[in-house]
């Protein structure tokens, strides 16, 4: 009832202001369970794609937003968990990541439609990174449920890092053919297995976003990048202060 209304108002607001375009809406299963398994340019992409599909998707969410005080938290929660999102507590690299396989098997074990990100984080550079092999890999080879890719467009350059008011322009949603993997169900216990199942779910979403592909980690991407504006800081703050030392020393000289 509440996901109903949520996504009546939130995915009809979404489709009247922005419009987005969809091709491959006949790849997504009218019953059953499916592994909706797709690149992460923002933080729109978890409305946007429930937004143009006909059954409810869940996608897995912090857990701090189902449990902040007062008015405001009680609001958060219930529009996350109005738009299908599901808590998992992520303290701890390794609990996190267990409690979210359990919530997508139970997803897909339920019937459902489970939504996962490979690339694990949002890209910071609008490329496609490395997928992950412990979640998505997993999911799939527990249940042997398909794995659809699926290929967000354009939804980063929507409201950019530091931008509050979002850019109306038409984002793009790609849904390819379902990857069937049953074949290795049981086999989650083995990285080699894993890590191919990952690699061929990755290439596909590479095909259909026209992304350029970066064989390493988004989180060791984004530390690069985080470690490097770090280090352009410095050098400016080193600069001005050796300008501002030069300068002082200049009137100095010119006083005496």
Known sequence: MIYGAMKFSIGGSLKLAFRPWVEGL??????????????????????????????????????????APGV?????A??????????????????????????????????????IYPEGTRSPDGRLYRGKPGGLARV???????????????????QPPGKVVPKLMRPGIRIGRPLD????QGMD????????????VM?????????????????AAKRQIADEAKARAEEAKRDRKQAAASDENGTERSGA
């Open 26 to 67: 006949e790849n997504i299963p009218e019953r059953g369970p499916a592994i909706l398994a797709s690149n992460h340019l923002s933080f729109s992409d978890s409305f946007f794609l429930p937004a143009v599909l006909d059954r409810k998707v869940t996608f897995i969410a912090k857990a701090e937003y189902f449990t």
């Open 140 to 158: 799939a080879l527990a249940t042997g449920a398909p794995v659809i890719p699926v290929a967000m467009i354009d939804t980063e350059k929507i």
């Open 181 to 184: 993997f049953s074949r290795y």
């Open 203 to 219: 290439y596909e979403i590479m095909k259909l976003s026209g992304q350029e592909y970066v064989d390493v980690y988004a989180t």
């Open 78 to 115: 219930a529009f996350f968990k109005g738009v299908g999102q599901l808590p998992v507590d992520r303290s701890g690299a390794r609990g996190a990541g267990e409690a979210a396989i359990r919530a997508g098997i139970q997803v897909v074990e339920s019937g459902g439609l489970f939504g």
């Open 189 to 200: 216990g083995d990285r080699f297995i894993l890590r191919s199942v990952t690699d061929e």
């Open 72 to 76: 405001k938290g009680k609001l958060t």
